[in-house]
């Protein structure tokens, strides 16, 4: 699809970003994570069938990080204790192995930094210029250190992560919860806002908050995918909206 053929992004009262795989590269660095840790797992716990890349699509991307680990190992017939976010890397429970997860993350984002992929950041330049509000929607912990260490945090007034999720106890995408308060925060009405994700759920969580625009950024998930799930228009990347 060219510009010409999109809807004008600067014709809407706001647009909300979601960060990994949309913003930043992000997800590769997830996938890396995730693949290291659940592999390492389901070897130590003899888990079958293996881990795949497949998982990471299904179970994990867009949501928060205990609900996806419980959603993993639900589908392999898993079941272990919930615990406390305050429980150590190495603790058997829910949050423990995620904790682990993010300390893999952590590392490989320190070493190796992120950077913003060129036409999403181009895309924000030209939203702000055109005076149009935009915000960061992300289930994760870490997005407030992905845009610092990006160089990018000072674009968005409001970043609504994982972090306030848990404290508000909002439920993971595919939930409408995270936008719907996202679109608060930012002081614009959804049915005159886009939204712009690249994870099915994340699709689905814009669409049920009754964005007026569900923008699908296909990273490898499919378009067919996205589409299914409520996108209203798909682009390989977001580019797509710059002439």
């Known amino acids: 699809m060219t510009a010409a053929s999109l809807p004008d992004l600067t014709t809407f009262d706001g647009v909300l970003f979601d960060l990994d795989g949309v913003l930043t590269p992000t997800a590769d660095v997830h996938m890396h994570a995730w693949a290291t840790m659940f592999t390492d797992l389901f070897t130590a716990w003899g888990i079958t069938p293996a881990y795949t890349e497949r998982d990471y699509f299904e179970y994990l ?4 990080r205990y609900d996806g680990v419980a959603s993993l190992l639900r589908s392999r017939d898993v079941e272990v204790p919930w615990g406390d976010p305050s429980d150590p890397p190495t603790a058997d429970t829910v949050c423990g192995i995620g904790n682990r997860k993010n300390e893999v993350f952590s590392r490989v984002l320190r070493t190796d930094g992120i950077a913003p992929y060129p036409g999403s950041l181009a895309l924000v330049n030209r939203l702000r210029a055109a005076g149009v509000p935009v915000a960061v929607v992300s289930s994760s912990k870490n997005a407030e250190e992905v845009l610092q260490v990006a160089g990018i945090r000072e674009l968005f007034p409001v970043v609504m992560d994982g972090v306030i999720a848990e404290r508000e106890n909002l439920p993971s995408k595919p939930a409408p919860d995270v936008f719907a308060e996202g679109a608060r925060l930012l002081g614009v009405d959804p049915a005159r806002s886009a939204a712009v994700e690249d994870a099915h759920s994340g699709v689905q969580s814009a669409a ?7 923008v699908g950024v296909d990273r ?24």
């Open 61 to 64: 991307d867009g949501k928060k």
């Open 208 to 214: 049920a908050a009754g964005f007026a625009l569900v």
């Open 220 to 243: 490898g998930v499919g378009a067919e995918t996205l589409l299914a799930s409520g996108a209203n228009v798909v682009v390989d990347d977001l580019s797509a909206f710059l002439s």
